[in-house]
């Protein structure tokens, strides 16, 4: 889709850097822009809709990210949200600020 001029965003529970690092290296250099939604543990938790974290927890969900799977934080991303502290407004801004920035859109 980039190929063809398309802007492509896209959400992926990845945990590992190692992961992530393949994703960017299918893109060519500077396509790629990992935003990396930051939020305590606790908060994902009481945010949790699904009972997903509650399930995991109680061992009925196995490997879950931050239970009883890591999760390797992104080293150099291009843009950190504290999606506990930064309303959702201010987070959109973030990011059309960084594709204002980048000359993805004016």
């Given at each position: 889709?980039?190929?063809?001029g ?31 939604c ?24 196995s ?34 600020m ?9």
């Open positions: 889709m980039t190929e063809a398309v802007i492509v965003l896209t959400a992926f529970i990845s945990p590992f850097r190692d992961d992530r690092g393949a994703a960017r290296k299918l893109v060519p250099h500077g396509d790629f822009m990992e935003i990396y930051k939020c305590p543990l606790e908060v994902c938790e009481s945010r949790d809709t699904k009972g997903l974290y509650k399930r995991a927890r109680a061992g009925e969900i490997f879950f990210t931050g239970i009883d799977s890591i999760y390797e934080e992104p080293i150099k991303p291009e843009l950190t949200i504290e999606t506990h502290i930064q309303s959702l407004e201010e987070s959109i801004n973030s990011v059309i960084l594709l204002r920035d980048r000359g993805v859109i004016q």
